[in-house]
């Protein structure tokens, strides 16, 4: 091979090489570019995705506190209607306790009614006649008194019935409460 082929042949492959290599690093070049392109596009959805989160959880919180606000309300107004059923229950347990110490003292009789036709079908005499009204001329009423005995039974079913319906209407109104919340 004559100098001049191989001169041209030692161009050529000196070219090549180094074309391959420009090649290379252009690619290389490109390829950083590309990645730099995609690590910025990555970071504004990461971004826009951490913002997306953050505002979800800013009104996960919100709710999250309306949510406690309404119950600390509820629970006061059912802790102001628990103190009044206990002061009703206690007011109506001291006036109970009080209506016991009277018909013990002897201070209060309690007495009932007997319709005029049965107390003379009974033949009772028993009873004592109310005292005449104003207006009429004709006798009041027979009241016969309870024995002390009968009469503690009586208080005490009151007093069963009054417990009764003090902690039927707190009921009443803890379900009312509870099912009207917002």
Known sequence: MSLGTRLALLALVLGAAAGARLAWWWQAEELKRQAAGYELQLEAK?????????????????????????????EDRLQVQDQ?????????????????????????????LLDAGSVAASNCDGGVRAPAGTAGVVDGAVRVQLDPAHARRVIAITDEGDRGLIALKACQVYAKEVSTRE
């Not at 002061?87 to 003292?105: C, F, G, I, S, Y």
């Open 84 to 112: 009044t059923h206990w002061k009703e229950m206690n007011d109506a347990q001291q006036a109970q306790v009080r209506l016991r110490d009277r018909l013990a003292t002897a201070d209060l009789r309690l007495s009932v």
């Open 46 to 74: 990461g971004l826009a995705h951490s913002r997306e989160r953050e505002g979800a959880a800013v009104a996960a919180l919100g709710q999250l506190e309306e949510q406690q606000k309404a119950r600390r309300a509820l």
